[in-house]
C-alpha cells in the first residue's frame, strides 16, 4: 500500500510546507497534481513508512481544524509540533489567513516536478 506512487508524490508535496506554515488536505492534493483527492492525501498521511520522514503535522481541514478530536492523543501531538514552529493553535485550529502555505512560482515549476 505505502508503495503507491501517488503516496510518493503527496509525501514529496507536505515536505515542502516550510516551517511555521499549514496546507490544507485538499491543497496537497492539488498541489501533488490529484486535484479532488483529500481523502486520498489523508489515508496516505498514515501509511507513512516509519524510516520516512514527513512533516505531516502541517495538513489541516480546509478551515484550519486539526483532523483529530479534540484533546486527543494525536490531536495534543498535532498541536504541540506546529506551536514549536511558531504556529498559533487556539481551540484545536489554526487561522489558515495567516498561516497557510501559498508556493510561489519557483516552488511550483521546480520543487513540485516528480
Do not use: C
Not at 488536505?25 to 492525501?41: C, E, H, N, W
Not at 501531538?77 to 487556539?90: A, K, N, P, R, Y
Amino acid at each position: 500500500m505505502a508503495s503507491h506512487p501517488e503516496y510518493q508524490k503527496i509525501w514529496h508535496t507536505v515536505n515542502l510546507i516550510p516551517r511555521g506554515k499549514v496546507a490544507s488536505y485538499g491543497q496537497i492534493a492539488d498541489l501533488a497534481g490529484l486535484p479532488g483527492r483529500a481523502r486520498m492525501v489523508g489515508k496516505s498521511l498514515g501509511f507513512v513508512p516509519k524510516d520516512t520522514q514527513v512533516a505531516w503535522h502541517r495538513v489541516l481541514r480546509s478551515n484550519g481544524q486539526i483532523a483529530f478530536p479534540k484533546g486527543s492523543e494525536s490531536a495534543l501531538i498535532q498541536t504541540g509540533l506546529l506551536q514549536t514552529e511558531d504556529v498559533v493553535v487556539l481551540n484545536n485550529r489554526v487561522k489558515m489567513a495567516l498561516f497557510q502555505w501559498q508556493p510561489d512560482l519557483a516552488d511550483m515549476l521546480w520543487k513540485l516536478t516528480y
